[in-house]
């Protein structure tokens, strides 16, 4: 039990209270991030391992790869975004929402 207290007061000492539990995330994406790289850099008893990754394509095309297709995803939804502004009504949107729901919870009170 004391484990699991010492984690809570860590995570509650960390900034951005308005975030709760999620501001640790930073945390979490760094340490996966190098767990990963050890995994594909760290060669452990002095083992030599094939540089390539599944399907013989080396790493730096791998990464080129990756890299390039996260970038042809932001701009396509940047694209997207701009050509059909699909935010331009969500307050509209919320308003209404917001209606609904008054109108059911009166309908429940009755």
Do not use: C
Not at 50 to 76: D, E, P, Q
């Amino acid at each position: 039990m004391s484990i699991i207290n010492s984690i809570r007061r860590f995570l509650f000492r960390l900034p951005g209270k308005q975030f709760g539990y999620y501001r640790a995330i930073p945390i979490f994406v760094v340490a996966g991030a190098s767990l990963e790289y050890l995994m594909i850099t760290w060669r452990p008893f002095g083992i030599k391992r094939r540089r390539l990754m599944s399907g013989n394509i080396s790493i730096a095309t791998y990464i080129k790869f990756s890299l390039m297709a996260i970038t042809s995803m932001m701009f396509g939804s940047q694209i997207v975004h701009n050509q059909y502004k699909p935010l331009d009504d969500l307050e509209d949107y919320v308003e209404k929402e917001m209606e609904k729901l008054k109108a059911a919870k009166e309908l429940k009170t009755k």
